[in-house]
């Protein structure tokens, strides 16, 4: 999926064997790192910022309590300097990841950046 023209998600797995992995994991993790410039996130980075999982859940900090930590949030204080948030999905059910696609807020002047982690499936 493309959000915001940020680019396409894409993961160089089959659908079955992604399934496969789904099916003998009990849990699985994965983090995305948003890098941004400019106060690109409006308010703080976290409240407005969306997930959408592999399952085609929503997930959301303010809804979902235990649907991810996050590790650092400094792309809420306003800088002109490139600042970082890390968010964790950490034993999270094997059927919401990978996560495939990310909403964020953005200030019209900002940039940001996602890099979306690897998945480790337990």
């Known amino acids: 999926a493309d ?6 998600l894409d993961y160089q797995l089959a659908a079955s064997q992604l399934n496969h992995l ?6 699985a993790s ?23 999982s592999d399952n085609d859940r929503e997930l959301q900090a303010q809804i979902d309590q235990l649907a991810f930590d996050v590790e650092k949030d400094d ?3 306003k800088s002109a300097d490139t600042k970082e948030t890390v968010l964790s999905l950490t034993q999270t059910s094997p059927q919401r990841v990978p996560i495939r696609d990310v ?3 953005l200030d019209k002047e900002g940039e940001v950046d996602v ?7 337990s």
């Open 103 to 105: 909403s964020l807020f």
């Open 30 to 52: 994965q983090s995305i790192i948003m890098r941004c410039r400019r106060n690109a996130v409006l308010n703080n980075a976290v409240e407005p910022t969306s997930l959408f």
């Open 22 to 27: 789904k099916l003998l994991s009990s849990g």
């Open 3 to 8: 959000s915001a023209g940020l680019g396409a």
């Open 115 to 121: 890099k979306i982690g690897e998945v480790c499936f």
């Open 75 to 77: 792309c809420r204080h």
